[in-house]
């Protein structure tokens, strides 16, 4: 058995908060019961049982992420699904959802079963998305229930969005009868010249047009019309625009199925990180203005955006050293997500911690359908411990991936533990 004793315990799913025990046994939480209560006093001097005591730690489920990307199979020089989920567990996570850009892609039922085959090995949790379209090329839909069969949780053809409206309407009518949700890419090509960066003052700085909003605001306009007819669940990816975020808050009011994820990164920056950060700093969609950034934490705050996902998207250090038209777009935050809700969300009082944890747990679980994001007696035994009142460094990183303009930086907390069907998975060093 494992025992976690004197945490504090912060349980997303029914709200609950205070100082509990935790009986572990096997891969299932057996019992929770009031801290000093004397119940697991026996279990405490039995020499066979682990203990962890987190002398009054924050407790909670395992983070769940519904949007990774671990490059593997095809582009493994950049991340694997063993650095993944290393880095994953690094940063409190014991699910998460491995997109499908991948070479070859997640459009088949061997790719699916490769990827759940070694994710099984990691030690954490590791689904994987299906391809909406064949090769992402968006002419040709997959077969959807075939690869729902074969393990995968969702469909997305993340990196790229879907521009035929008839494939997209198409793919909804499935998705609605299966009752899967269609996760999205929302920027239309026919908008950008330059993508990874805002069209706007710091692109004129730097000599290129850039990704104007209007390239995600049109098709999220277009998507929730969609969903609305069809009657399908679909997310918008990493929100990144004021109107996209008010679109979707006027869409729930009718009763379209839309959910939405922030990623860190866009409640964190703004497009004048570029000029600091450079490459670093360069994601689809790109980072826009303090407007936008703001909108996004109050579409948070409301509920509009249910979600939090890191979009952990690995280059190497040799790509994003290009100059900033050639490098590729994306930033690692695996590793940083949770620290960076904190000190920008919690700690700026813009929501508590219990409301961040939710958006970082039971929300992405209820919404694709995972077992994860609970702490419950007879619940599986995914657990991260944090502490939220020390100092720390993120001076290195777990991921093969450098690409984050967050290493160096201090955070007020640390994850401590991960713990992931009842075996520690991470412990800080």
Known sequence: MLIIKNGYLIEPESGFEGYKDIVIDGAKIVDIVDK???????????????????????????????????????????????????????????????MGNTNPHMDNVETIKYVLEKGAKTGINVYTCANVTMNMEGKEQVDMEKLLDAGAVLFTD??????????????????????????????????????????????????????????????????????????????VQHISAAESVDLIRQAKKRG?????????????????????????????????????????????????????????????????????KEAPSGITGIETSLLLGIRELVNKGYMTLPELLKRMTICPAGIYGLNAGSVKVGGNADLVIFDNKTEWVFDKTYSKATNTPFLGEKFPARVLY????????????
């Open 256 to 324: 379209v199925k839309v959910y939405a994820e922030a990623t860190p990164h866009h409640f964190t920056l703004t497009e004048d990180a570029v000029l600091k950060h450079k490459t670093l700093a360069k994601m689809n969609p790109p980072l826009r203005l303090e407007s936008d950034r703001l909108a996004i934490i109050e579409g948070l705050k409301d509920g509009t955006i249910e979600m939090i996902a890191t979009d952990h998207a690995p280059h190497s250090k040799e790509e994003k050293e290009k100059p900033i």
């Open 158 to 235: 993340d990196g790229k969005p879907i521009t035929d409206e008839k494939i997209m309407e198409a793919v909804c009518r499935k998705a609605a009868a299966l009752d899967k949700v269609v996760s999205l890419h929302e920027e239309d090509p026919k908008f950008i010249t330059d993508n990874g960066i805002n069209a706007g003052a710091v692109a004129e700085k730097l000599g290129i047009k850039g990704s104007p909003r209007e390239a995600e605001i049109s098709m999220v306009k277009r998507d929730i019309d969609i969903a609305e007819r069809t009657g399908a669940k679909i997310t």
């Open 36 to 98: 000093g209560c004397g119940k697991v006093e026996n279990l405490l001097h039995d020499s066979a049982n682990q203990v962890i005591d987190v002398d009054g730690k924050i407790v909670t489920a395992g983070l769940v992420d519904g949007h990774v990307h671990f490059r593997d199979p095809g582009f493994t020089y950049k991340e694997d699904i063993e650095t993944g989920a290393r880095a994953s567990a690094r940063g409190g996570f014991t699910s998460v959802v491995m």
């Open 418 to 429: 991960t713990i992931c069907c009842g075996k520690v998975v991470y412990e800080a060093e």
